[in-house]
């Protein structure tokens, strides 16, 4: 079946770096890739749509040049918080669809904390 | 838009209990619907799906069935385990949209 890997699992950073996580779907082409932010308890919280070969369409609300996305190729979509601070720990999971009518597939999820 | 309503947890059962976590939603058009798991610590499995009115998704002992009358896509269990504690999510798709999730409902399920 279709699987999509995330790394890294978690991470810990100091507040004002920027941390990388990459999202890449193992056996598909992934023509579309979500990304969610889910707090403690909570329900997940689309951030942003990417295509691949196109900028991302992020939801309202979402800062666009603090959570930067890119999503270069069919196989990854990367998700980069820039300047982290403590407000930005989060559980963050990525999603990735062949296509329209295709599942979506997630990743397992990447604990960011920001210390 | 689309929105999905599901039961507020959390909800705790003895083992070998019946369950039902009940969801609703409003759509446009014919959305597909979801149910999703997420143990501790862990990503999102999809549990089951149902695409049309009147089909009925199952995996695992869960079942759901999408009502378009009542707008519903209730999950349930004949008997549950422990090991179906996890936090379990309604969803819905309306094709080209990206999911969009209830609020969760954690089960936990004592022995």
């Known amino acids: 079946g279709a699987v999509v890997s995330q790394h890294p699992s978690w991470v810990i950073c100091k507040s004002g770096t920027s941390v990388k996580i990459e999202c890449r779907s193992l056996?598909?082409?992934?023509?579309?890739m979500f990304w969610y932010r889910q707090f403690p308890k909570q329900s997940l919280m689309l951030m942003a749509t990417s295509n691949e070969g196109s900028k991302a369409t992020y939801e309202q609300g979402v800062e666009k040049d603090k959570f930067l996305i890119n999503h270069a190729s069919l196989t990854l979509s990367t998700l980069t918080v820039t300047s982290a601070h403590p407000e930005d720990s989060s559980f963050y999971i990525c999603?990735?669809?062949?296509?329209?009518?295709?599942?979506?597939?997630f990743g397992s999820g990447t604990r960011l904390t920001v210390v | 838009g689309n929105s999905v309503t599901q039961m507020e947890g959390p909800v705790t059962l003895s083992e070998e209990a019946f369950l039902t976590i009940n969801c609703t939603y409003t759509?446009?058009?014919?959305?597909?619907l979801f149910w999703y798991v997420q143990y501790p610590g862990e990503g999102l499995q999809l549990l089951l799906k149902?695409?049309?009115?009147?089909d009925k998704g199952s995996n695992k002992g869960f079942e759901a069935t999408y009502r378009k009358e009542t707008t519903s896509f209730h999950l349930e269990k004949g008997s549950v385990q422990v090991s179906d504690s996890a936090v379990y999510f309604c969803a819905l798709s309306g094709g080209n949209t990206p999911l969009v999730f209830g609020k969760g409902t954690r089960l936990s399920v004592i022995a």
């Open positions: 149902a695409t049309k009115a009147d």
């Open positions: 759509a446009t058009g014919y959305p597909s």
């Open positions: 056996d598909f082409q992934a023509t579309t």
């Open positions: 999603s990735a669809r062949a296509g329209v009518g295709y599942g979506y597939t």
